[in-house]
């Protein structure tokens, strides 16, 4: 499988199955577009004919002779060596939690997926005893895995920091018996950042996700406070105190983007203006019937914000101002091993969410959907239908994504937003796909201006 586009005055050539991405002139790419595997030591007549109204024999056979190299070294029309594994997928051994140690806010974010904190269950805190055995059962359904990954999570933690600190110590305590090594991270408003929290955050959490949508206006308009009144002008001094005694390095700024600010990029620079060299900004996955929503009508206005912003980030990195934009960060190298390719997240396989009752689910996306629990921490309850479902949910069972080109990079999309948008774990959620293929083409044209430079 080919996929060719131009973007920023490159010709771009990705062989799918290979990974194989190449920067080509105009008759290697109007070739490639004209030939049909498998391919013979000659160009084909007809291709050769067509190409002879704009160039040369010579030319036309250069060109062919590069292609076909390609060819024979697997990294251009390569065949489908995945799909032969898709019905071989086990469940694995959980790796990864997230735990819900607060249902509960002090913001009230108008495009909050979680109903402003509580889940549509009622506000509330997990209590040390019940986090503990959320970590009893990592400890257990992690069996030989030594890495675990444990990410605070809410409503909003610092609601309930005393049980993180708990929690932590004890996960601590079991670390040698177990022979494992939990890896923390959090994700918070920033509210009640001080410089206590944010010293034990950076001593305890190997990442942390901070909350923030960008200029003033934007974060201000959904980010506010329980009585209307925006965030901004206090969190943003708590966040550049914490990225101060951390240093740049494991964490990111995390905003959101949706129909009230189309022109992200300038929200992306804002934040990166404020001193953060970690940024994110994502879109707002919703009803579309939501006055916030983005649709599909906005989908070309999104794609030249990403191109807008892919050449700005661009030119930052000439000057050596580069910083990380999480959606364009891409390994053209290693990527992701074969399974993560096929299946993507590990959503209630190898991850899951624990809630303050208690209860796990596949995801914390999918707290609150209660014919997708999954069990109990308290009882030691887990389904294992179920888990094996998630462990065998990849790309070439779900609608679509086996034809599609950018099947190895999304791995078939986010299946809570697949269900609860498009109806069916299986069916992905076309707008989301839409804005991946962008990013993509955006993230790969980004490699070749950079190879350009070097």
């Known amino acids: 499988m080919i996929h060719q586009y131009q973007l920023n005055g490159y010709n771009i050539v990705l062989d799918v199955n290979s990974g194989g991405v190449h920067v080509v002139d105009d008759i290697t790419y109007e070739m490639i577009q004209m030939l049909t595997p498998p391919l013979r030591g000659a160009c084909p007549k007809d291709v050769a004919d067509r190409l002879s109204e704009k160039y040369t024999k010579q030319e036309i056979a250069e060109a062919y002779h590069d292609v076909y190299t390609l060819y024979e070294n ?13 019905d071989m997928m086990v469940s694995s051994p959980v790796k990864a939690m997230c735990l819900h140690v607060a249902h509960d806010c002090n913001l009230r974010c108008s495009y909050c997926f979680a109903s402003t904190g509580d889940f549509g269950e009622g506000r509330k805190l997990l209590d040390a005893e019940t986090g503990k055995k959320a970590i009893d059962f990592l400890l257990v359904q992690s069996k030989d895995r030594r890495n675990l990954e444990l990410d605070f999570f809410g409503g909003e933690p610092l609601m309930n920091f005393g049980v993180v600190k708990e929690i932590v110590a004890y996960a601590r305590s079991k670390e040698k018996e177990y022979h494992k090594n939990f890896r923390f991270t959090i994700t918070t408003n920033g509210m009640l950042l001080n410089d206590p929290v944010i010293d034990y955050i950076n001593q305890e959490m190997s990442n942390v996700v901070l909350s923030i949508d960008g200029r003033k206006e934007v974060n201000d308009r959904v980010r506010v406070r329980c009585d209307g009144s925006g965030s901004y002008d206090s969190i943003v001094p708590k966040y550049q105190r914490l990225v101060e005694k951390r240093g740049q390095d494991q964490y990111y700024v995390r905003g959101t983007f949706t129909k009230y600010n189309l022109d992200f990029a300038k929200d992306v620079m804002h934040l990166h203006e404020l001193g953060f060299d970690q940024v994110s900004v994502e879109p707002v996955v919703s009803d579309p019937k ?9 989908l070309p206005r999104i794609f030249e914000e990403y191109e807008t912003l892919a050449r700005q ?53 999918f707290v609150g959907m209660e014919e997708w629990k999954m069990g109990s921490v308290l009882d030691n309850t887990f389904d294992l239908k179920k888990k094996s479902y998630f462990a065998k949910a990849n790309i070439y069972g779900k609608e679509g994504c086996k034809d599609c080109w950018a099947k190895f990079y999304c791995s078939g999309g986010c299946n809570a937003n697949n269900l609860q948008y498009a109806g069916d774990v299986l069916r992905p959620h076309k707008l989301s796909c839409e804005l991946e293929k962008k990013r993509l083409e955006c993230a790969i044209m980004m490699k070749a201006a950079m190879a350009d430079e070097s």
């Open 74 to 86: 697997d990294i251009l029309f390569s065949d489908d060596e995945y799909e032969q594994f898709s």
């Open 290 to 298: 939501l006055p916030y929503a983005l649709t599909e009508a906005d």
């Open 313 to 365: 980030l661009i030119e930052k990195r000439k000057k050596g101002e580069g910083f990380n934009f999480f959606h364009f960060m891409l390994d053209l190298d290693q990527g992701p091993c074969a399974i993560k390719r096929l299946r993507g997240c590990g959503c209630g396989n190898e991850y899951v969410a624990v809630t303050p009752d208690g209860d796990i689910y596949p995801c914390h996306q």
